[in-house]
Protein backbone atom coordinates (compact mmCIF):
# COMPACT_ATOMS: atom_id res chain seq x y z
CA UNK A 1 0.00 0.00 0.00
CA UNK A 2 3.19 2.06 0.11
CA UNK A 3 3.29 2.08 -3.76
CA UNK A 4 1.68 5.52 -4.48
CA UNK A 5 3.59 7.19 -2.21
CA UNK A 6 7.01 5.78 -3.29
CA UNK A 7 6.14 6.88 -6.77
CA UNK A 8 5.53 10.59 -5.83
CA UNK A 9 8.32 10.58 -3.79
CA UNK A 10 10.88 9.53 -7.02
CA UNK A 11 8.96 12.04 -8.74
CA UNK A 12 9.42 14.71 -6.61
CA UNK A 13 13.49 13.56 -7.12
CA UNK A 14 13.10 14.98 -10.40
CA UNK A 15 11.44 17.85 -9.72
CA UNK A 16 13.53 19.34 -6.85
CA UNK A 17 16.57 18.46 -8.76
CA UNK A 18 16.07 21.83 -10.42
CA UNK A 19 15.51 24.17 -7.96
CA UNK A 20 18.02 22.73 -5.03
CA UNK A 21 20.34 25.38 -5.95
CA UNK A 22 17.59 27.59 -5.31
CA UNK A 23 16.92 26.95 -1.84
CA UNK A 24 20.62 27.60 -0.71
CA UNK A 25 20.46 31.15 -2.24
CA UNK A 26 17.04 31.62 -0.96
CA UNK A 27 17.03 34.59 1.22
CA UNK A 28 18.35 35.91 -1.74
CA UNK A 29 15.47 35.61 -3.90
CA UNK A 30 12.45 38.26 -4.44
CA UNK A 31 10.13 36.28 -3.01
CA UNK A 32 10.27 32.87 -1.16
CA UNK A 33 8.15 30.34 0.91
CA UNK A 34 8.79 27.63 3.53
CA UNK A 35 6.22 24.81 3.90
CA UNK A 36 5.85 22.55 6.50
CA UNK A 37 3.96 19.37 5.74
CA UNK A 38 1.71 17.22 8.12
CA UNK A 39 3.71 14.39 9.95
CA UNK A 40 2.56 11.96 6.81
CA UNK A 41 4.88 13.79 4.37
CA UNK A 42 4.77 13.77 0.98
CA UNK A 43 2.99 11.20 -0.62
CA UNK A 44 -0.05 11.38 1.26
CA UNK A 45 -2.33 11.46 -1.72
CA UNK A 46 -3.56 14.63 -0.20
CA UNK A 47 -3.18 17.48 1.90
CA UNK A 48 0.57 17.84 1.80
CA UNK A 49 0.40 17.02 -1.99
CA UNK A 50 -1.56 19.71 -2.34
CA UNK A 51 -0.10 22.10 -0.13
CA UNK A 52 3.34 20.99 -2.36
CA UNK A 53 1.42 21.41 -5.95
CA UNK A 54 -0.02 25.06 -4.93
CA UNK A 55 3.86 26.57 -4.18
CA UNK A 56 5.14 24.18 -7.41
CA UNK A 57 2.64 26.16 -9.07
CA UNK A 58 3.72 29.75 -7.91
CA UNK A 59 7.41 28.83 -8.69
CA UNK A 60 6.65 27.97 -12.08
CA UNK A 61 4.15 31.15 -12.89
CA UNK A 62 5.55 33.92 -10.43
CA UNK A 63 8.84 33.14 -10.21
CA UNK A 64 8.85 32.53 -6.80
CA UNK A 65 11.26 29.63 -4.92
CA UNK A 66 10.39 27.83 -2.01
CA UNK A 67 11.34 25.20 0.56
CA UNK A 68 10.25 22.47 2.88
CA UNK A 69 9.98 20.66 5.65
CA UNK A 70 8.69 16.43 6.44
CA UNK A 71 7.40 16.44 10.35
CA UNK A 72 8.32 12.85 10.98
CA UNK A 73 9.49 13.28 14.17
CA UNK A 74 6.81 15.76 15.12
CA UNK A 75 9.14 17.96 16.21
CA UNK A 76 7.47 21.23 14.59
CA UNK A 77 9.16 23.72 16.18
CA UNK A 78 12.57 22.45 15.23
CA UNK A 79 11.81 22.17 11.87
CA UNK A 80 9.97 25.43 11.43
CA UNK A 81 12.84 27.44 12.94
CA UNK A 82 15.60 26.18 9.98
CA UNK A 83 12.67 27.58 7.99
CA UNK A 84 12.50 30.87 9.57
CA UNK A 85 16.40 30.67 9.32
CA UNK A 86 16.53 30.46 5.71
CA UNK A 87 14.47 34.12 5.60
CA UNK A 88 11.47 33.71 4.09
CA UNK A 89 8.65 35.77 3.36
CA UNK A 90 6.21 33.59 4.31
CA UNK A 91 6.40 30.41 5.89
CA UNK A 92 3.07 27.78 5.47
CA UNK A 93 2.26 25.17 8.51
CA UNK A 94 -0.35 22.50 7.36
CA UNK A 95 -2.87 21.64 10.21
CA UNK A 96 -3.91 21.95 13.59
CA UNK A 97 -0.83 20.06 14.40
CA UNK A 98 1.55 22.90 14.11
CA UNK A 99 -0.77 25.68 15.58
CA UNK A 100 1.61 25.63 19.14
CA UNK A 101 4.76 25.74 17.27
CA UNK A 102 3.34 28.78 15.02
CA UNK A 103 1.96 30.87 18.33
CA UNK A 104 5.69 30.50 20.09
CA UNK A 105 7.57 31.32 16.74
CA UNK A 106 5.59 33.77 15.74
CA UNK A 107 5.49 35.81 18.83
CA UNK A 108 9.41 35.18 18.97
CA UNK A 109 9.76 36.32 15.58
CA UNK A 110 7.15 38.99 15.04
CA UNK A 111 8.78 40.38 11.61
CA UNK A 112 7.86 36.45 10.35
CA UNK A 113 5.03 35.95 8.39
CA UNK A 114 3.00 32.83 9.03
CA UNK A 115 0.35 31.12 7.42
CA UNK A 116 -1.47 28.48 9.65
CA UNK A 117 -3.95 26.06 7.18
CA UNK A 118 -7.10 24.42 8.87
CA UNK A 119 -6.58 26.40 12.65
CA UNK A 120 -6.91 30.05 13.58
CA UNK A 121 -4.54 31.80 15.29
CA UNK A 122 -4.75 35.70 16.47
CA UNK A 123 -1.71 37.25 16.00
CA UNK A 124 -0.95 40.27 13.52
CA UNK A 125 2.00 37.90 11.53
CA UNK A 126 -0.30 34.98 11.31
CA UNK A 127 -2.73 34.83 8.50
CA UNK A 128 -5.56 31.93 9.16
CA UNK A 129 -6.96 29.94 6.34
CA UNK A 130 -9.50 27.21 7.10
CA UNK A 131 -12.10 25.24 4.81
CA UNK A 132 -16.12 24.89 5.12
CA UNK A 133 -15.63 21.34 4.67
CA UNK A 134 -18.95 20.48 5.86
CA UNK A 135 -20.49 21.67 2.21
CA UNK A 136 -18.44 19.94 0.48
CA UNK A 137 -18.86 16.14 2.92
CA UNK A 138 -22.32 16.76 2.87
CA UNK A 139 -22.42 16.69 -1.10
CA UNK A 140 -20.97 13.11 -0.15
CA UNK A 141 -22.92 12.78 2.14
CA UNK A 142 -26.30 12.83 -0.61
CA UNK A 143 -24.74 10.80 -3.13
CA UNK A 144 -23.77 8.21 0.06
CA UNK A 145 -27.45 7.93 1.44
CA UNK A 146 -29.18 8.26 -2.69
CA UNK A 147 -27.12 5.05 -3.92
CA UNK A 148 -26.35 2.55 -0.80
CA UNK A 149 -27.44 -0.86 -1.24
CA UNK A 150 -27.56 -1.73 1.87
CA UNK A 151 -28.50 1.36 4.03
CA UNK A 152 -25.36 1.30 5.37
CA UNK A 153 -22.20 3.27 4.77
CA UNK A 154 -18.96 4.36 7.23
CA UNK A 155 -17.26 7.32 8.11
CA UNK A 156 -13.30 6.83 8.65
CA UNK A 157 -11.55 10.34 10.72
CA UNK A 158 -7.74 10.42 11.51
CA UNK A 159 -6.53 12.13 14.56
CA UNK A 160 -10.01 13.22 16.66
CA UNK A 161 -10.25 17.41 15.84
CA UNK A 162 -12.95 20.10 15.00
CA UNK A 163 -11.54 19.60 11.17
CA UNK A 164 -12.31 15.62 11.34
CA UNK A 165 -15.77 16.85 13.40
CA UNK A 166 -16.63 18.73 10.55
CA UNK A 167 -16.18 16.58 7.47
CA UNK A 168 -18.12 13.87 9.60
CA UNK A 169 -20.84 16.49 10.34
CA UNK A 170 -21.54 17.49 6.99
CA UNK A 171 -21.49 13.84 5.35
CA UNK A 172 -23.30 12.48 8.34
CA UNK A 173 -26.39 15.53 7.64
CA UNK A 174 -26.08 14.75 3.61
CA UNK A 175 -26.75 10.92 3.91
CA UNK A 176 -29.53 11.63 6.52
CA UNK A 177 -31.05 14.02 3.64
CA UNK A 178 -31.05 11.90 1.58
CA UNK A 179 -31.87 8.12 3.64
CA UNK A 180 -33.67 9.06 6.96
CA UNK A 181 -33.33 4.95 7.04
CA UNK A 182 -29.28 4.60 6.65
CA UNK A 183 -27.45 3.79 9.09
CA UNK A 184 -23.85 5.79 9.49
CA UNK A 185 -20.97 3.93 10.92
CA UNK A 186 -17.81 6.32 12.25
CA UNK A 187 -14.42 5.72 14.05
CA UNK A 188 -11.90 7.40 14.22
CA UNK A 189 -8.00 5.79 13.42
CA UNK A 190 -6.32 8.15 15.75
CA UNK A 191 -3.78 8.77 13.09
CA UNK A 192 -3.15 10.01 9.94
CA UNK A 193 -0.47 7.70 9.06
CA UNK A 194 -1.14 4.13 9.14
CA UNK A 195 -2.58 2.90 5.82
CA UNK A 196 -3.00 -0.56 7.63
CA UNK A 197 -4.93 0.39 9.95
CA UNK A 198 -7.20 2.36 7.60
CA UNK A 199 -7.62 -0.75 5.87
CA UNK A 200 -8.57 -3.01 8.89
CA UNK A 201 -11.04 -0.24 10.34
CA UNK A 202 -12.86 -0.29 6.57
CA UNK A 203 -12.82 -4.24 6.76
CA UNK A 204 -14.18 -3.72 9.71
CA UNK A 205 -17.60 -1.51 8.28
CA UNK A 206 -17.83 -3.94 5.25
CA UNK A 207 -18.42 -6.97 7.65
CA UNK A 208 -20.82 -4.57 9.28
CA UNK A 209 -22.41 -4.44 6.02
CA UNK A 210 -21.04 -0.74 5.30
CA UNK A 211 -21.62 -0.39 1.27
CA UNK A 212 -20.22 2.69 0.75
CA UNK A 213 -16.67 4.62 3.18
CA UNK A 214 -15.38 7.87 3.63
CA UNK A 215 -12.37 7.96 4.60
CA UNK A 216 -11.18 11.32 5.97
CA UNK A 217 -7.63 10.39 7.18
CA UNK A 218 -4.97 11.66 5.40
CA UNK A 219 -2.78 8.27 4.43
CA UNK A 220 -4.88 6.19 6.86
CA UNK A 221 -8.11 6.79 4.60
CA UNK A 222 -5.24 5.27 1.45
CA UNK A 223 -5.27 2.32 3.10
CA UNK A 224 -9.31 2.26 3.63
CA UNK A 225 -9.79 3.04 -0.57
CA UNK A 226 -7.66 0.26 -1.09
CA UNK A 227 -9.31 -1.58 1.21
CA UNK A 228 -13.00 -0.84 -0.26
CA UNK A 229 -11.46 -1.73 -3.85
CA UNK A 230 -10.10 -5.47 -2.44
CA UNK A 231 -13.62 -5.70 -1.32
CA UNK A 232 -15.80 -4.57 -4.25
CA UNK A 233 -17.73 -1.88 -2.67
CA UNK A 234 -17.48 1.64 -3.18
CA UNK A 235 -15.76 5.05 -1.71
CA UNK A 236 -15.09 8.94 -1.33
CA UNK A 237 -11.51 10.50 -1.08
CA UNK A 238 -10.49 13.69 0.29
CA UNK A 239 -8.97 16.76 -0.27
CA UNK A 240 -7.99 15.51 -3.68
CA UNK A 241 -9.34 13.68 -6.60
CA UNK A 242 -8.10 10.14 -5.50
CA UNK A 243 -9.36 8.20 -7.76
CA UNK A 244 -5.91 6.83 -9.17
CA UNK A 245 -5.66 5.14 -5.81
CA UNK A 246 -8.78 2.85 -6.37
CA UNK A 247 -10.05 3.44 -9.67
CA UNK A 248 -12.51 0.58 -9.36
CA UNK A 249 -13.66 1.96 -5.61
CA UNK A 250 -13.49 5.94 -5.83
CA UNK A 251 -16.86 7.37 -6.95
CA UNK A 252 -15.95 10.74 -6.51
CA UNK A 253 -13.64 12.74 -3.78
CA UNK A 254 -14.71 15.83 -1.74
CA UNK A 255 -12.14 18.19 -3.09
CA UNK A 256 -10.38 20.77 -0.48
CA UNK A 257 -8.33 23.30 -2.68
CA UNK A 258 -5.34 24.36 -0.12
CA UNK A 259 -3.38 24.44 -3.52
CA UNK A 260 -5.51 27.02 -5.02
CA UNK A 261 -5.27 28.64 -1.75
CA UNK A 262 -1.69 28.79 -1.26
CA UNK A 263 -0.83 29.75 -4.45
CA UNK A 264 -3.10 32.63 -3.86
CA UNK A 265 -1.01 34.11 -0.96
CA UNK A 266 1.75 33.73 -2.85
CA UNK A 267 -0.21 35.57 -5.84
CA UNK A 268 -0.89 38.76 -3.46
CA UNK A 269 2.20 38.71 -2.06
CA UNK A 270 3.91 38.81 -5.59
CA UNK A 271 1.58 42.03 -6.18
CA UNK A 272 2.96 43.81 -3.62
CA UNK A 273 0.45 43.04 -0.73
CA UNK A 274 0.81 42.64 2.99
CA UNK A 275 -0.43 40.29 4.87
CA UNK A 276 -2.14 41.32 7.52
CA UNK A 277 -3.06 38.45 9.94
CA UNK A 278 -6.81 38.21 8.73
CA UNK A 279 -9.03 34.83 9.02
CA UNK A 280 -9.93 32.92 5.35
CA UNK A 281 -12.48 30.83 5.18
CA UNK A 282 -13.52 28.86 2.09
CA UNK A 283 -16.49 26.94 1.28
CA UNK A 284 -18.60 26.44 -1.75
CA UNK A 285 -19.00 29.75 -2.83
CA UNK A 286 -15.32 30.87 -2.71
CA UNK A 287 -14.21 27.74 -4.60
CA UNK A 288 -12.50 26.47 -1.38
CA UNK A 289 -14.22 23.30 -1.71
CA UNK A 290 -16.37 21.24 -4.14
CA UNK A 291 -16.52 17.46 -5.09
CA UNK A 292 -14.24 15.94 -8.20
CA UNK A 293 -15.77 14.15 -11.34
CA UNK A 294 -18.07 11.22 -10.89
CA UNK A 295 -16.68 8.02 -12.16
CA UNK A 296 -18.24 4.55 -12.07
CA UNK A 297 -21.77 5.41 -11.35
CA UNK A 298 -24.39 7.34 -13.14
CA UNK A 299 -26.86 9.70 -11.41
CA UNK A 300 -30.10 9.67 -12.38
CA UNK A 301 -31.89 13.10 -13.71
CA UNK A 302 -33.08 13.40 -9.94
CA UNK A 303 -30.46 12.57 -8.27
CA UNK A 304 -28.19 15.41 -9.92
CA UNK A 305 -30.87 18.07 -9.60
CA UNK A 306 -31.08 17.21 -5.83
CA UNK A 307 -26.92 18.01 -5.71
CA UNK A 308 -27.48 20.84 -7.79
CA UNK A 309 -30.03 22.23 -5.49
CA UNK A 310 -27.59 21.84 -2.28
CA UNK A 311 -24.67 23.23 -3.96
CA UNK A 312 -27.02 26.34 -4.90
CA UNK A 313 -28.34 26.37 -1.18
CA UNK A 314 -24.77 27.01 0.53
Do not use: W
Amino acid sequence: MKVHKLMFLLILTFILAACSSEEEAVIDQELSAGLLVTESGLGDNAFSDLAFQGLAQARDELGIVFDYREPFDEDYEKHLEDLIEQGHDVIFGLSFTTTPAIETLAETYPDQQFVIIDDVIDLPNVTSITFKEDEGSYLIGLIAGMRTETDVVGFIGGVDSEVIRTFERGFIEGVEDANSDAEILSQDAGTFDDDQLGADIAQEMIDEGADLLFPSAGFTGTGALQEAENQGIYAFGVDTDQFTIAEEAVISSMVKNVNVAIYDIMERLHNGETLQGEHIELGLNEEGVGLAPIRLIELSSLEEQTLENARNES
